[in-house]
């Protein structure tokens, strides 16, 4: 029997606390043109399993919207209506009035955060602690969100006297925007995209993600009551599908949009006006570490296991190839080691739990495939019981010595999988950086500044974060988070978005000009210039 599957519990429902108890949300609901709408349904299963008699099965959870693409493209055309050109009534709105409606949203909100813990904990398995900490620090985002545009609105009552000419600069929206976030941010990664949108002008309209669909089900009556009908609209069905006519209506102008670079490249090719089209992307990564003799073991130590097994390395900016030099390395894979056999796993509600069940179907298959495949080419898992896993439970593989000729050298494992390679000098980890295809982030472990200088210069032009003695991580917000290469395209942080999701446009008057734009300032009836 293996590692994993000796301490693994399948729960019955009875088993389990009972505020984590859950009932199967039976209709499948969207959101179009401010009307909630019931649609036809696809069964969406949890990847916590239980056992009936000798069989494993999944916990059914409910269904989310599949709609097909006739009805996809009302929610397009609801989100091309509501603004109108720019001339429907939330783009007309002044930055206060929007600013108010998405207040009184994030009011109310607050009352959600227990029923999308539980959904969300069920949905992706992520772990009560985490499932708490993404809906707050959404409600935080909003907040600083709504004072950073208050500043930016003072800013722009500004007059501006530039050789002789009077302008006035404000941002404006762009239009309809199309999101698309990932499923293991459910919340907190569509919110970072959706709220600046939302809050610039713009009208929305968002797919929600295979996994942890159900968990945004609650909002729809809430986004319904807040906004203009056709400001927002929800919806959910084959992305292959549904997302191609949306686009080559040509309506679009923003792609926000979290995923793999091949599914960004098709729906950017299916648009007709590619210069109309402005992408924000976070694609894939495979942030590296960088592990020097002379680091903190300990704490090296830590940063690495959590950095690449945190929510079972599900995380955008998690570790995904640790970089050992070769005078310490036998001693870090031996603390490593140890520091992996004594993680807790299990379900999300269970205390201190740091891996669970993985949400992707099929998942567990293609990490053992990964580890086969370096095993064939010299690689050998390190840790006892690594690669093990029952029912959708992974139990870590530290994987060492990891080489170019391996898929996992290259891929982004997206879960519990450690590559480990070993480097003498500078110049091997300057060949590789080199060669990567990805460049969001990286880490450094040592206490020497001759060590750290010369690799932070190589990395601030490979990467776009570098990570002193600490696991990479996307937070604070205030921060901007963006890649370089194939990782990213724009950036968002709670300015930037509010950037990346609107246009400067200004009035300019010249000598001719001056007396008509002092005016309308003075007649104040301009919902753009005025002061
Ligand atoms: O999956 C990508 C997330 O934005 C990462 O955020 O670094 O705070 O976990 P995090």
């Given at each position: ?6 301490n693994?519990?399948?729960p019955?429902?009875?088993s ?12 499948a609901r ?6 909630i709408i ?6 969406v299963?949890s990847p916590?399993?239980?056992?009936e008699s ?8 409910g ?8 009805q ?10 509501a603004y109108?050109?720019g001339?429907?009534?939330w783009?007309q ?8 409606c998405?207040?009184?949203?994030a009011?109310?909100?607050q ?7 539980c959904?969300v904990?069920w ?7 985490s499932?708490k900490d ?19 609105d003072k800013?722009?009552a500004?007059?501006?006297q530039i050789?002789?000419f ?5 941002r ?9 976030g ?7 990664e ?10 610039m002008?713009?009208?929305v ?5 295979s996994?942890?669909?159900l968990?945004?089900d ?8 807040s906004f203009?009908p ?16 949306i686009?080559?209506r040509g309506?679009?102008n923003v ?10 490249n098709k ?6 006006y ?5 992408t924000i ?26 950095g ?7 995380r ?8 050992v030099h ?15 056999a ?13 891996l669970?069940?993985?949400a ?7 990490l ?8 064939e080419?010299?690689?050998k898992t390190?840790n ?7 029912g ?6 530290i994987?060492f010595p990891?080489?170019r ?18 480097f ?14 990805f ?9 020497s500044?001759?060590?750290?200088a010369p690799?932070?210069d190589i990395?601030a032009?490979q990467v ?15 921060l ?5 290469k194939?990782?990213?395209?724009g950036?968002l ?19 001719h000009g ?9 007649a ?6 005025h002061?």
């Amino acid at each position: 029997m293996s590692v994993i599957e000796k301490n693994l519990l399948y729960p019955s429902m009875e088993s389990i606390p009972r505020q984590f108890q859950i009932t199967c949300r039976n209709e499948a609901r969207c959101l179009i043109n401010g009307k909630i709408i019931p649609a036809p349904g696809k069964e969406v299963y949890s990847p916590i399993q239980y056992r009936e008699s000798a069989v494993i099965k999944n916990y059914r959870l409910g269904y989310t919207p599949w709609l097909d693409p006739s009805q996809a493209l009302d929610a397009i055309k609801a989100a091309e209506l509501a603004y109108d050109y720019g001339w429907g009534v939330w783009p007309q709105m002044t930055i206060k009035e929007r600013i108010h409606c998405v207040e009184e949203f994030a009011l109310r909100m607050q009352d959600l955060q227990e029923g999308f813990i539980c959904q969300v904990m069920w949905e992706i398995a992520k772990p009560y602690q985490s499932s708490k900490d993404e809906f707050q620090r959404t409600l935080k985002y909003m907040e600083e969100t709504i004072i950073h545009l208050r500043e930016l609105d003072k800013n722009a009552a500004k007059i501006h006297q530039i050789e002789g000419f009077a302008a006035q600069i404000r941002r404006s929206p762009l239009g309809p925007v199309l999101l698309m976030g990932p499923f293991n941010y459910p919340l907190n990664e569509a919110f970072a995209m959706f709220i600046p949108a939302l809050i610039m002008g713009n009208t929305v309209v968002m797919k929600l993600p295979s996994w942890g669909c159900l968990c945004l089900d609650p909002f729809l009556d809430l986004l319904a009551d807040s906004f203009p009908p056709g400001v927002v609209n929800i919806i959910n069905g084959e992305g292959s599908k549904i997302i191609p006519p949306i686009v080559e209506r040509g309506s679009i102008n923003v792609l926000g949009f979290i995923g793999t670079t091949a599914v960004a490249n098709k729906i950017i090719a299916d648009h007709p006006y590619n210069n109309r089209l402005r992408t924000i992307l976070g694609l894939e990564a495979k942030n590296p570490a960088f592990v020097f003799p002379d680091c903190d073991l300990e704490l090296t130590v830590q940063e690495c296991l959590q950095g690449a097994l945190e929510f079972n390395g599900q995380r955008c900016t998690s570790l995904k190839h640790i970089w050992v030099h070769e005078e310490i390395c036998e001693r870090f894979l031996d603390a490593l080691s140890q520091a992996v056999a004594k993680i807790k796993y299990g379900m999300p509600w269970d205390q201190d739990v740091l891996l669970t069940p993985l949400a992707e179907e099929g998942k567990c298959e293609r990490l053992l495939h990964w580890i086969y495949q370096a095993e064939e080419h010299g690689a050998k898992t390190v840790n006892p019981g690594g690669g093990e896993y029952a029912g959708n439970l992974f139990y870590p593989s530290i994987l060492f010595p990891v080489t170019r000729e391996m898929d996992i050298y290259h891929v982004e494992q997206f879960g519990p999988v450690i590559p480990v390679s070993s480097f003498r000098s500078l110049d091997d980890i300057a060949v590789y950086l080199a060669e990567c295809q990805f460049g969001q982030q990286a880490s450094i472990f040592t206490n020497s500044a001759q060590m750290a200088a010369p690799l932070i210069d190589i990395l601030a032009h490979q990467v776009s974060r570098v990570n002193l003695n600490a696991q990479c991580r996307r937070g604070p917000d205030e921060l901007p988070f963006t890649g370089r290469k194939d990782s990213a395209e724009g950036t968002l942080s709670i300015v930037d978005a509010l950037r990346a999701f609107s246009i400067r446009s200004l009035v300019v008057a010249n000598e001719h000009g001056k007396e008509l734009f002092n005016k309308i300032l003075a007649a104040d009836n301009c919902k753009f210039l005025h002061r």
